[in-house]
């Protein structure tokens, strides 16, 4: 007699999900967010920082920009006034990111306590608000609180991981070689913009990825800023003329 399949219960899905966003981290971004924290690792250890002052950066702030601003400023004996400054303004970014995240996991509607939501969003990296706009499309948004949960904890193991090997290896690799391993992240993120199922997207990728190398002469650190900025309105300029459909 043959055995009927059993149907996929409400909690095997959930661990599917988990597993999955698991596995989703241990891939590419994963490796490029480890790849990108062995490089701030080098430039911790420059500025002084022992391996636990640089793990607990990577832990709390986990940023690249505000670790960055933390380092530079400590190197230069920087009160902690200014360094809790130049740390919150430089990761200010994140506020707009964990508003868009909390809005595409539909945080509100899971009815969890607030500090499970400001625990979730603070493993809101770049890599991870990326995967889960892409993903979005994919699963509703329990499902993708789920794969979310998995995806941001794994990528963030693999942060610590970078910080820690980046901290010992840096006097056997040159400076020069350690810094560009912070532009893994970065890339990675503009690869999967273009490869998004919305045209929007990829026209505002490519407007800002064309303009940014060409202004930097005349506006330098602005340019990234700049382009971003005229890259998405551009491609939304040109999306309502064209009435192009998002797909």
């Excluded at 999955?20 to 080098?42: E, K, W």
């Excluded at 702030?61 to 006034?81: E, H, T």
């Excluded at 890339?187 to 060409?214: E, M, S």
Aim: overall charge positive; hydrophobic content about 55%; some cysteine.
């Amino acid at each position: 007699m043959a055995k009927t399949s059993q149907p996929i219960t409400k909690d095997q899905k959930t661990d599917r999900l988990w597993l999955i966003g698991v596995r989703d981290g241990v891939n590419v971004p994963g490796f490029a967010l480890m790849s990108t924290m062995i490089g701030f690792a080098s430039i911790a250890r420059e500025a002084g920082f022992d391996v636990w002052m640089a793990l607990a950066t990577t832990a709390t702030v986990f940023g690249m920009p505000g670790q960055v601003a933390f380092a530079s400023l400590f190197a230069g004996g920087a009160s902690l006034l200014l360094i809790f400054v130049a740390v919150s303004l430089a990761n200010m970014r994140m506020m707009l990111m964990v508003i868009s995240g909390s809005d595409i996991l539909n945080l509100s509607a899971h009815n969890l306590p607030f500090w499970k939501r400001l625990l979730l969003m603070h493993f809101l990296a770049i890599t991870s608000w990326a995967q889960i706009g892409y993903k979005a499309h994919q699963y509703p948004p329990p499902l993708l609180l789920t794969y979310y949960t998995g995806f941001s904890l794994t990528i963030f193991t693999f942060a610590m991981m970078g910080t820690l090997v980046g901290f010992y290896i840096a006097d056997w690799i040159p400076p020069d070689i350690l810094r560009l391993v912070i532009f893994v992240t970065p890339l990675y993120i503009l690869l999967l913009v273009i490869n998004a199922r919305q045209t929007l997207n990829r026209l505002a990728a490519v407007i800002g990825g064309t303009l940014c190398p060409l202004i930097y002469p005349f506006v330098a650190d602005w340019s990234i800023l700049i382009a971003g900025v005229i890259g998405g309105s551009l491609a939304m300029l040109i999306y309502h003329i064209r009435g192009w459909k998002r797909s």
